[in-house]
Nanobody, 126 residues
Framework: QLQLVESGGGLVQPGGSLRLSCAASEFTLDYYVIGWFRQAPGKEREGVSCISSSDGSTDYADSVKGRFTISRDNAKNPVYLQMNSLKPEDTAVYYC???????????????????WGQGTQVTVSS
C-alpha cells in the first residue's frame, strides 16, 4: 500500500515562498501521476497542480499559474511544489495524491487519484 507524506508547510508572509515535498514511504513514485490539492477552511478541496509519470508534462489551476511550479525527478523521490508570490487566499491544507498510471495527468479530477497523504498546513499571513 503506497503511503504518501507531505512536508514543507508553514507560516509565510504574503509574497513569500514555500516548497512542499511529497514522498512515498516505501516505494518510488516513478510510475505514478502525482497531483497536489488543497482545502481551505469552509471550502471544498480543489486541484492545484499535477505532473505526468511519463514525460514530465504538467497542469495547473488558473489561480496558481505563473506562481507555482510542480517538479519531479523520476530517478528518485520526492515530488515538489514550489510556491512563490504566495497570497492569503493560498492558505489551506495541501495534499499530495497519486494515480498509479503511466501517462499524462488528465487534469485535476480527485476521483482519478487512489492514494492520498495526510496533508500539510500552509498559512499565508502578515
Amino acid at each position: 500500500q503506497l503511503q504518501l507524506v507531505e512536508s514543507g508547510g508553514g507560516l509565510v508572509q504574503p509574497g513569500g515562498s514555500l516548497r512542499l515535498s511529497c514522498a512515498a514511504s516505501e516505494f518510488t513514485l516513478d510510475y505514478y501521476v502525482i497531483g497536489w490539492f488543497r482545502q481551505a477552511p469552509g471550502k471544498e478541496r480543489e486541484g492545484v497542480s499535477c505532473i505526468s509519470s511519463s514525460d514530465g508534462s504538467t497542469d495547473y489551476a488558473d489561480s496558481v499559474k505563473g506562481r507555482f511550479t510542480i517538479s519531479r525527478d523520476n530517478a528518485k523521490n520526492p515530488v515538489y511544489l514550489q510556491m512563490n508570490s504566495l497570497k492569503p487566499e493560498d492558505t489551506a491544507v495541501y495534499y499530495c495524491a497519486a494515480d498509479k498510471r503511466w501517462g499524462d495527468c488528465r487534469g485535476l479530477r480527485q476521483s482519478d487519484y487512489d492514494y492520498w497523504g495526510q496533508g500539510t498546513q500552509v498559512t499565508v499571513s502578515s
